[in-house]
Nanobody, 125 residues
Framework: QVRLVESGGAQVQAGDSVKLSCAGS????????MGWFRQPPGKERELVGV?????????YYVDSVKGRFTISRDDAKNTVYLQMESPKPDDTAVYYC?????????????????WGQGTQVTVSS
C-alpha cells in the first residue's frame, strides 16, 4: 500500500519557523514529482510548491510563499520537506503532501496520484 504521511504541523507565533516532513512508503518516490498543497479555513485548496525529480531539478512556488518557504527532498528517505520561514497568520491551513509522475499536474491539482492525510499549521499574530 502506497502512503504519504505528513508530520511537523504545529501552532506557532508569526515569525517562528516550521518544518513539515512527508514520508512516503510502499514504493520508490524518486521518479515522482512531490509537492505541498494547503487548504486555509473556509477556502479552497491551493498549491504551495512542487519539486521535480532530482533529474529534473525544477522547483515552483506560489507567489505568496516565495522567499519564505523552501521545498527539498531526500530520495534516500522517500521524504519531501517544507521549510516555512517567517510564517504569517495567512499561512494558517491544513498542509497536504502529494506525489505524481507528472510535474505539471500540480498546477491544476487534478488527478494527483498520491495524497497525504494533512497536517495542521496554525500561525498566530
Amino acid at each position: 500500500q502506497v502512503r504519504l504521511v505528513e508530520s511537523g504541523g504545529a501552532q506557532v507565533q508569526a515569525g517562528d519557523s516550521v518544518k513539515l516532513s512527508c514520508a512516503g512508503s510502499g514504493r520508490t518516490f524518486s521518479s515522482l514529482a512531490m509537492g505541498w498543497f494547503r487548504q486555509p479555513p473556509g477556502k479552497e485548496r491551493e498549491l504551495v510548491g512542487v519539486i521535480s525529480t532530482s533529474r529534473g531539478n525544477s522547483i515552483y512556488y506560489v507567489d505568496s510563499v516565495k522567499g519564505r518557504f523552501t521545498i527539498s527532498r531526500d530520495d534516500a528517505k522517500n521524504t519531501v520537506y517544507l521549510q516555512m520561514e517567517s510564517p504569517k497568520p495567512d499561512d494558517t491551513a491544513v498542509y497536504y503532501c502529494a506525489a505524481d509522475p507528472n510535474y505539471s499536474a500540480f498546477m491544476t491539482g487534478r488527478s494527483i496520484l498520491y495524497w497525504g492525510q494533512g497536517t495542521q499549521v496554525t500561525v498566530s499574530s
